[in-house]
């Protein structure tokens, strides 16, 4: 199978595969005429590939879980380790937004939203940032 056969099959497009090909995340088999040479398993390393970033692990996460199911002697807590440490970043991430949206939802609540120069929201964003108590 070539790149775009593969392309269409993983659902990434050609230059992810060349990407995950020069990070050594594929292997696909050179042709005598230096063709990339696909086969059934790459394509299946792709889209196992492709759920993973859709799923938001990292690359390196993803080498490690592709490594962990080519292993069968694998533990899945190993596995487990991986995606509770992602799921853990995740939840950090949608606190912060949920504070993001907090705030920026007060503001405009505060914002009359007229012909008023007054602007709660350009006063907030104008003000000194805080500063954590470690910060000098």
């Keep these: ?8 099959r993983a659902g990434l497009p050609p230059k ?5 090909e020069d990070i050594g995340l594929v292997t696909p088999h050179r042709g005598a005429n230096g063709y990339r040479a696909f086969t059934e398993q790459d394509v ?17 996460d993803c080498r490690a879980l592709l ?4 292993d ?10 991986i995606a509770e440490d992602h799921l853990a970043q995740i939840d950090e ?10 705030t920026l939802a007060h503001l405009v609540h505060a914002c009359h939203g007229d012909d008023r120069p007054d602007c709660p929201i350009l006063s907030d964003l104008a ?8 910060e000098p």
């Design 72 to 81: 069968e002697s694998r533990a899945s807590a190993e596995v487990k380790h």
């Design 93 to 102: 991430k949608l606190a912060q937004l949920q504070q993001m949206r907090d």
């Design 127 to 134: 003000s000194e940032p805080c500063k954590a108590p470690s």
């Design 44 to 60: 299946h390393k792709l889209a196992f590939l492709a759920r993973a970033r859709t799923l938001g692990f990292t690359i390196e």
């Design 1 to 8: 199978m070539n790149i775009g056969d593969v392309a269409t």
């Design 16 to 20: 992810t595969i060349r990407y995950y």
């Design 67 to 70: 490594a962990l199911y080519e």
